[in-house]
Every structure is written in C-alpha cells, then in structure tokens.
C-alpha cells in the first residue's frame, strides 16, 4: 500500500469517526429538545434559589427565551455524547500507537474527563451558591436584580469552562514529568509559585469576591499537589 491509499484509508477513517459522533449529537440533542426549558431552569437553579422573593430573571430579546434553552440542551447532548465522542477518537488514534503509548494515554484522556466533569460539577454545587449569595447581598437596596437569561448563560459557561480547565492540573503535571520536561523535585521547588499562580489565576478568571477566588485557587494547588504524588509514584519511562 502506497502512501496516497494510507492517506485515503486515514481519511475515510475520520470521516466515518466523525459522523458517528455527529450522529450521536443529533440523537441526543433530538431527544432532550422537548425538555429545554427545564434543562435551563435546572442549570439556573442555583440563581433562581436565591433571588429575592417577588423577583426573577428577564429575557431582553425576542428570541432569547427559544434560543437560549436550545443552546442548553445542545450544550447537555455534548456533555452526554462526549465519552463516546472520546471513544470515537481512540479508536482512531490508537491504531497507531505503540503498547506503551497506549497504556499511558488511556488513563490520561479518562482521568482529563472526568476531572473536566467534576470542576463543573464542583461550580454548580459549591461555587454557584457562594457566588450569588454574596451578589445578592452586595445588591445595593432599592435595585431589584434581573440577570438576563443569555447573561446568565454566558456567566454559567465561562464558569464551567474555568473550573473544568482548572481541575486539568494533575493530568498536565503527570504529562510534563513523563515528557521529561521538568521533574518531581522541580516541582517541588516550585511549590510557592505555583500557589500564587493559582490565586492570581482565581482572581483573573472568577467574580470580584474573596470566596469564588479562593474556591477556585485552592482546589487548583490541592490538586497540584496530587499531580506532584502521582508523578512521584509513576514509574519512568523505559530508555531508548
């Protein structure tokens, strides 16, 4: 086989990886449609628990009380499709690998899902409620609060995406010193900045209040530091 059929087959691999990950999107986006608007009153929860009585949240454009649930559901059928999207990805990828490769990558990609899952699901529990309790009470008084629906959204994603990146550093520690781009007693040394990097970070990328900074920053060089054991414990790579 010349290297243009290689080329083909590889493409017409991916091809087919692609649309049985497209496929099931649509599936799954299909089938939770009809439950749009309690998809977005679930994700709003931790917000509509809060407001005070007699108030609610506002939808200032036309379209935005059909587009906004739709975006939800849409964003819901990733969420659900993403372990087979991942599995779609492997099966195309892994061919190629070598035994040891293979043995590494696997728990990387898995530990890196659900870690991403977890940071969200750490937001949505924890973050969400100590976040808008503290705005609520910062509301000056006589100023009703009514976030937008889409304003809402855009906040909530920002959020997860935050948080889920954020809870990655385990799985980015372990890869760097199994890359041999630093080593456990670098990072060890390293300990003091990384834990103002993280504040930094929190206060960058989370409300302008002490306690979502430091639920963001702390968990970040907590689980740096779990990342630093494991790596510790990971066996080196066998030489050339």
């Not at 990950?21 to 449609?33: D, E, G, H, P, Q």
């Not at 949505?124 to 959204?153: C, E, N, Q, W």
Request: charged letters at 10%; glycine letters at 4%; hydrophobic letters at 60%.
């Amino acid at each position: 086989m010349n290297s243009n059929q290689t080329l083909i087959t590889h493409l017409l691999e991916l091809r087919t990886r692609i649309t049985h990950s497209l496929i099931a999107l649509v599936l799954v986006f299909l089938c939770l449609m009809p439950w749009a608007s309690d998809l977005y009153t679930l994700l709003a929860q931790p917000l509509l628990s809060r407001l005070p009585l007699g108030t609610q949240m506002i939808a200032t454009d036309v379209t935005t009380p059909f587009f906004v649930p739709v975006k939800v559901a849409l964003m819901a059928a990733f969420l659900i499709t993403l372990p087979f999207i991942l599995l779609q990805i492997w099966k195309f990828i892994a061919p190629g690998l070598y035994a040891h490769e293979k043995r590494f990558l696997f728990p990387i990609i898995l530990s890196s899902l659900l870690l991403f899952l977890t940071g969200m699901a750490f937001a949505y529990f924890l973050v969400f409620p100590a976040v808008f309790r503290f705005v609520i009470a910062s509301t000056p008084h006589g100023v009703a609060m009514m976030t937008d629906i889409d304003k809402y959204l855009s906040f909530v994603l920002g959020m997860f995406m935050a948080f889920g990146i954020a809870f990655q550093v385990p799985v980015a520690v372990v890869v760097l010193v199994r890359m041999g781009v630093v080593n456990v007693q670098k990072l060890r040394e390293a300990r003091p900045y990384i834990i103002v990097g993280a504040f930094v970070v929190g206060a960058i990328m989370t409300p302008p209040d002490v306690v979502s900074q430091c639920m963001l920053a702390i968990p970040m060089w907590l689980l740096y530091e779990v990342g630093v054991i494991v790596a510790a414990r990971m066996r080196p790579p066998a030489a050339k």
